[in-house]
């Protein structure tokens, strides 16, 4: 349970301009500058910072310094969360044990900043790639009340991306590209599709879903990710995309009936996006089955108004 309901990283959004999503915490009552970072190192160098903390509430209150990295939730792009103790003794991209901060714990007086300095110590042995590490605090008192539990209620903290080398590989598989049903009666349509991070650091898939008719016309240009959620190394992002429009022709006039063809074009790499497409196309149809009943019994009543009016008529002579 505590695995999953740790910290959901708030000020990642900022640091990948991506949009992550947050479970419910207890109220913040700490403000932190910056609110994420990104560095670019090398192995071996040493680097220095600090970070920003200041109070919020009308009353003083004492804090403990952590530092632990931060992995996506499972097929959740633009999510995060502190790792546990296993996993980080097992993580390949935490920079935890590069970081150290000046103090353990700092005392925060009401509407007033305090400082903390920090210093990354990179291995001269580091591979090339993104790693990463999260600076928080936590109440001692709530901490030494519930332990690690108490992380399911962190106030704040700074999420670091740490780059190493100049060496990157962006490399993404798309796993499936479909919609949430095969028939819709309305346009409401929801695009799923799964992305595999194959490369050594975040991406952020961006792109098209291209709507076309049964003549080949483009009746749709649907925006991909939408949200720019971005995708850490070394995972798979379950995305959702949405088309809605209201009527049964586009804006140039195209008919949207029957069988679709929906085409997603997704990029994924930073300096050259054009060389990176990943593509793959999903069927439909839009069938506005009401709107065809009322129509067919309309023209079963005409044909049996017709049919009465014939017999009448013979009926008379």
């Known amino acids: 349970m505590l695995k999953f309901r740790g910290f959901l990283i708030l000020s990642l959004l900022i640091l990948l301009s991506s949009t992550f999503q947050v479970h419910a915490q207890k109220d913040l009552a700490i403000g932190v500058a910056p609110t994420s970072k990104l560095i670019k190192l090398s192995p071996d160098e040493v680097y220095s910072d600090e970070v920003v903390f200041w109070n919020l509430t009308q009353s003083t209150d004492t804090y403990k310094v952590f530092i632990k990295g931060f992995r996506q939730i499972e097929n959740h792009p633009g999510t995060a969360v502190i790792l546990t103790e296993e996993e980080e003794a097992n993580s390949l991209y935490s920079a935890s044990k590069w970081v150290t901060a000046e103090k353990d714990t700092l005392s925060l007086e009401p509407h007033k900043n305090t400082k903390l300095k920090y210093t990354i110590k990179v291995p001269k042995d580091t591979t090339p790639g993104e790693y990463n590490v999260e600076i928080f605090l936590i109440s001692e008192s709530e901490f030494n009340e519930k332990g690690t539990a108490t992380f399911a209620n962190l106030a704040s903290g700074v999420p670091i991306l740490i780059q190493i080398g100049d060496e990157y590989v962006q490399n993404a598989e798309l796993l499936k590209f479909i919609t949430d049903k095969k028939i819709y009666e309305k346009i409401d349509v929801t695009f ?100 065809i009943f009322v129509i067919i019994m309309a023209i079963l009543l005409i044909i049996m108004f017709r049919i009465i009016k014939k017999k009448i008529a013979e009926k008379q002579k």
Do not use: C
Not at 259 to 273: E, G, N, S, V
């Open 192 to 291: 799923l599709s799964t992305i595999k991070n194959l490369g050594n650091t975040h991406i952020k898939p961006s792109g098209d879903i291209v709507v076309t008719n049964i003549f080949k016309q483009e009746v749709a240009r649907v925006p991909y990710n939408n949200h720019s959620q971005s995708l850490l190394r070394d995972n798979t992002g379950n995305f959702e995309d949405t088309w809605q429009h209201s009527g049964y022709l586009s804006l140039d006039k195209a008919i949207i009936l029957g069988p679709m063809t929906a085409t997603a074009l997704i990029t994924y790499k930073t300096p050259h996006p054009g060389f990176s497409v990943l593509s793959e196309e999903t069927t439909f149809w839009v069938i506005p089955w009401k709107i």
